[in-house]
């Protein structure tokens, strides 16, 4: 007979001495792994629920100002440093990893209206409402604890007050906007370009990160401008149906820009294409009065004048997180942080608040074996983030009784216009009410620029093309845009 | 020369296949002469060190983790569905190679018996197997003599580390058999109908005269289940951390060990009840009862799930493989059938000489009956009809058989007899590579507790034993059923007078 038995050495699978490891065989064999389904469900349960026992947003206060915070800006190379500019005109440099205000300047008369790092990070702009836009030291020689303030290392005086401001991302440049939008030089002591769209003021202002010769604003009109430095002009025009509050460019994707808008949404633009939003970001109960992207071009952070702030995914049309805090009071600006783990908000009330961007992520560097384990535990939560008993855990928010109220009155009616429009269509011939889609809705008028003077704008599309573009309306303006085009087909000049 | 590649990559193609006859090596070396019998153009492509072994290339078995068919993204429209159901069904495919590639880092091997040609397998006593075993099978062979406290009942743990035993006249005893160490021995003075271990070897529960007991490793008395009448059978849902029983009153209770709830009790309104096992693939409890029939139960619903009538008279015993397939039955009408759990269809029937006292399943699929004074272990049963046994092992004296379980991970089987117990050496029962995440004969103290803790962390619901995996899964009932199930619900929670759970979820129907 041919005989043969399982027989395992002890030695084998159990440490005999004591730097030996004991052996830990695995079988994948499924017969071996009865109700995985049923088991890995309930560690995506079980994870969810320790989210949220875990998640401890908010990291420390920032205080020191004396007035409301209406402007911020971290430096674009260090991810530690970070300045902010108050309504009583003073602006504070930051240490994040202490929390330790390294300077105080009383800046500026009015308020500070726009705050930057210039390109290096050793020099931060401040601008404000008193016109005039001043450059400090960063790392300032000045002995404050003696109470010595610095003096700026170069002042500059603009024509009208200034609304805002913002560093060029490689050249020693900035721009500022009011009535008009003027691109400074460090060297010069007049702007080296003014552009304007119209008359009125311009509200925020956005270099691009990539290309780095366009720049973005919001205008009075209700409009997203864009202007481009080399032809030095405004080129592009959307006109919205409300005002926008703040620009964020993408950093990764460098066509998309996110407008943080009074009608308590967020509306993406891509910019090649501008005639509709690409995405609506709505979750927020009142006006949103700033934004900012993730330097991973994957989440932007969004403040709002109802206190509290959100983080969206890029292309989510809803919050994925919402932070708010009894003691913080409107949100006039927000950062994310340059490691893009950390989120920074300023308030009316003179704080700025350091949160996590993920709320139950563990502060430090993870162990390998706790990586993995935290891998595993956000695939599971992301495989059966459909099951209603973790959809319910995982939206959970404790928000205060207004915001509730006041996103239920929303929905509420958001769902009698849709029942009006079901009625509608159960009632007319069948496809005569056609289903809309949110973001193809025309929430955005598009406008080009025919510019007389840079034929090189005209030449890259057909003048039919910019006819098409154009909105149908007796607006003076466009009238004799449309009368320089229809000129400048039959090679007549004025 | 130019040949038409297309030409020979064609199976149909008469000169292809008229090529595949050839011996590849000797024609490998004129494939690019320009002659019509040239060798196989897929071996042509190789490398020469890839021709010579791949007589020796293992066929990879990526079928068995493959969990399922493949979902088609046919009928989806919608662009990112479709993308989205394409990568992962890649990934599953992927994941499905790479462990059907992991199986050559499994370092031991299945048991077998062969018998030369005018030998067979069933004629050979353990005693002439002792001759031909290693030290270490021979160690496993042993045989407890004790008469006088009746008729024992043999149970190991999940890892196969330990074995309980208990007589009928209230002998208990539990030992580490690898080791030959006796954890405790206790004279309980009361009948004892069954034992069962619970999640570990730390804990056991007994069905004595009245109660269930739970014991600790060290035969300390822990609880006393008073709510559990003269019971005849005990099983333990180990993924659950159900203790489930069946006795006299013929109420299948379900008993939670971790939180101490009692989560269920049926009744199975089938008198007196005494044949009950597990379903291990899906957790469901199959009884047998006195008019042939077989209920299968889940905590969440009173009535049961399935209701089979499996013989002519009373059940005597029950068996269900691993794998949730094959369903064993053996009756008083000396039959024993092999049923098809899926579809509830008897496959086929043998006929024992007399009625069968006990059945069990091995992790490999062999089959094993207790009868008389005989055991029979039986091979590749459960698929086919076999003509005769694999093994078999006969006690003297009148002594009978009364309980018999595989061991897992152990080429062994342990009969509980009425003057003992005896452990005997079944080449092939075992499951050879054990996976240490789930059941680890070799496990430390310190993985004990990391297990036990992991293991209660992911206890899984009583609501979700069912007879179909249905977590996770849509639910394809039609809206108006989904919404009247809710209202019921609704109107169960917002009730004045306190309603159980239990009554809102047996209102559902599975």
Redesign the interface.
């Known amino acids: 007979?041919?005989?043969?038995?399982?027989?395992?050495?002890?030695s084998?699978?159990?440490a005999t001495r004591s730097g030996d490891l004991?052996?830990?065989?695995?079988?994948?064999?499924?017969?071996?792994?009865?109700?995985?389904?049923?088991?890995e469900?309930?560690?995506a349960l079980?994870a969810t629920k320790l989210d949220k026992v875990f998640a401890k947003p908010f990291v420390r206060s920032l205080s020191g100002h004396s007035d409301g915070i209406y402007t911020m800006a971290r430096s674009r190379t260090a991810v530690c440093d970070f300045v902010s500019g108050a309504g009583d005109g003073e602006i504070r440099y930051w240490d994040l990893s202490t929390g330790i205000c390294k300077w105080a300047i009383p800046a500026h008369q009015g308020m500070v209206k726009g705050t930057g790092f210039a390109a290096g990070g050793d020099v931060i702009v401040s601008a404000g409402s008193d016109s005039t836009i001043k450059l400090w030291e960063a790392e300032s020689s000045c002995n404050f604890a003696m109470g010595e303030v610095p003096e700026p290392l170069h002042t500059y005086v603009s024509k009208s007050p200034v609304l805002d401001m913002d560093c060029h991302w490689s050249e020693p440049m900035f721009a500022t906007g009011g009535t008009s939008i003027d691109v400074w030089h460090h060297e010069r002591s007049k702007p080296l370009q003014t552009m304007q769209w119209g008359l009125d003021t311009n509200g925020s202002i956005k270099f691009h990160p990539i290309e780095k010769h366009l720049l973005a604003s919001t205008c009075d009109d209700r409009a997203i401008v864009l202007h481009d430095t080399r032809a030095g002009t405004p080129v592009r025009k959307v006109v919205l149906n409300m005002r926008s509050n703040c620009l964020s460019w993408n950093p990764m994707e460098a066509m998309n820009i996110v407008a943080a808008n009074e009608d308590h949404n967020l509306y993406t633009f891509d910019i090649r294409k501008m005639d509709s939003a690409m995405n609506v970001h709505k979750d927020f109960v009142a006006a949103v009065m700033a934004v900012d992207f993730a330097p991973t071009g994957r989440e932007f952070v969004a403040g709002s004048y109802d206190r509290t702030i959100r983080i969206f995914k890029y292309n989510a049309g809803h919050s994925r997180e919402v932070y708010f805090n009894r003691r913080m009071q409107r949100i006039f600006s927000v950062q994310f942080s340059g490691d893009a783990k950390w989120v920074l908000s300023g308030s009316d009330e003179g704080n700025v608040r350091l949160w996590k961007a993920n709320a139950s992520d563990s502060v430090g560097t993870m162990l390998p074996r706790e990586k993995r384990s935290k891998e595993y535990r956000d695939k599971l939560k992301e495989r059966?983030a459909h099951?209603p008993e973790i959809r319910r855990i995982a939206r959970h928010r404790s928000l205060p009784r207004a915001i509730t109220k006041a996103t239920r009155i929303k929905r509420e009616i958001k769902d009698a216009s849709k029942k009006r429009e079901d009625n509608r269509r159960r009632h007319s011939k069948p496809g005569s009410v056609p289903f809309e889609k949110e973001r193809k809705k025309k929430n955005c008028y598009n406008y080009g620029m025919i510019v007389r003077q840079n034929q090189e704008c005209l030449s890259n599309c057909t003048t039919w093309g910019w006819l098409f573009c154009w909105r149908s309306s007796w607006n003076s303006d466009l009238v004799m845009l449309l009368w320089f085009t229809v000129l400048i087909t039959y090679g007549l000049s004025i | 020369f130019i040949f038409n590649q297309n030409k020979w990559q064609n199976p149909c193609n008469p000169i292809c296949r008229r090529a595949a006859n050839r011996t590849s090596s000797i024609f490998f070396r004129v494939w690019s002469a320009c002659s019509m019998d040239s060798s196989e153009p897929g071996q042509s492509d190789m490398p020469r060190s890839e021709t010579a072994s791949a007589g020796m290339k293992r066929k990879l078995d990526v079928e068995?983790?493959t969990?399922g068919s493949k979902i088609s993204a046919k009928g989806v429209t919608d662009k990112k569905a479709r993308t989205l159901i394409k990568k992962q069904e890649k990934k599953f495919r992927d994941a499905a190679m790479r462990?059907a590639k992991?199986?050559v880092?499994?370092?031991?091997?299945?048991?077998?018996?062969?018998?030369?040609e005018n030998?067979r397998?069933v004629r050979?006593s353990q005693k002439?197997?002792h001759e031909?075993?290693?030290e270490?099978?021979r160690q496993k062979m042993f045989s407890l003599n004790l008469p006088e406290l009746g008729p024992y009942k043999m149970k190991y743990t999940r890892n196969g580390r330990h074995a309980l035993l208990g007589g009928l006249m209230g002998h208990l005893a539990a030992f580490d058999w690898?080791q030959s160490e006796l954890s405790f021995e206790l004279q309980l003075r009361e009948t004892l109908r069954d034992v069962t271990w619970l999640h570990d070897h730390t804990m056991l529960a007994t069905a004595q005269r009245k109660h269930v007991y739970i014991y600790d490793s060290s035969g300390i008395e822990i609880h006393c289940l008073r709510n559990h009448i003269e019971v005849n059978k005990l099983d333990f849902l180990p993924?659950h951390f159900l203790l489930v029983s069946i006795g006299n009153a013929g109420v299948i209770k379900f008993q939670d060990t971790s939180t101490g709830d009692l989560v269920a009790e049926h009744k199975t309104k089938l008198g007196r009840c005494s044949v009950m096992r597990q379903n291990?693939?899906?957790?469901v409890m199959l009884t047998g009862h006195n008019n042939g029939v077989v209920n299968m139960w889940s905590p969440s619903m009173s009535t049961p799930l399935v209701r089979m009538l499996t013989h002519k008279g009373a059940l005597t015993s029950l068996a269900i493989d691993?794998?949730g397939n094959y369903l064993v039955t053996s009756g008083v009408d000396k039959q024993m059938t092999i049923w098809d759990v899926r579809t509830f269809k008897p496959m086929h029937s043998y006929i024992l000489k007399r009625p069968a006292t006990d059945v069990d399943i091995s992790?490999r699929g062999l089959l094993s009956v207790g009868f008389g004074t005989h055991v029979e272990v039986w091979k590749d049963a459960l698929q086919t009809k076999v003509k005769e046994p694999y093994m078999s092992h006969h006690f003297s004296d009148g002594t009978h058989v009364s309980g018999i379980r595989f061991c897992p991970?152990?080429?062994v089987l342990g009969v509980g007899h009425s003057k003992g117990v005896d452990s005997i050496?079944i080449?092939g029962s075992?499951?050879?590579?054990?996976?240490?995440?789930?059941a680890?004969?070799?496990e430390?103290n310190k993985?004990r507790r990391e297990v036990e803790i992991r293991s209660l962390?992911?206890?899984?619901?009583p609501e979700?034993i069912g007879l179909n995996?249905f977590?996770?899964t849509a639910d394809r009932a039609p809206a108006e059923v989904i919404a009247e199930e809710r209202r019921l619900a609704k109107e169960a929670n917002s009730a004045r007078k306190p309603v159980s759970c239990l009554d809102v979820i047996s209102s559902y129907s599975l």
């Open positions: 007979m041919k005989v043969k038995t399982i027989s395992r050495l002890e084998d699978y159990v004991n052996r830990m065989p695995r079988n994948a064999d499924p017969a071996l792994h009865p109700f995985e389904r049923a088991r469900y309930t560690r079980n059966y099951m | 068995k983790f969990r462990a992991a199986e880092l499994k370092t031991e091997d299945y048991g077998y018996l062969e018998a030369d030998e397998t050979f002439q197997l031909h075993v290693d270490n099978t690898h993924y291990p693939h899906n957790a691993n794998t992790q991970f152990e080429d050496v080449p075992g499951e050879a590579n054990f996976d240490a995440m789930e680890n004969p070799f430390t993985q962390l992911e206890k899984l619901k979700m995996d977590i996770a």
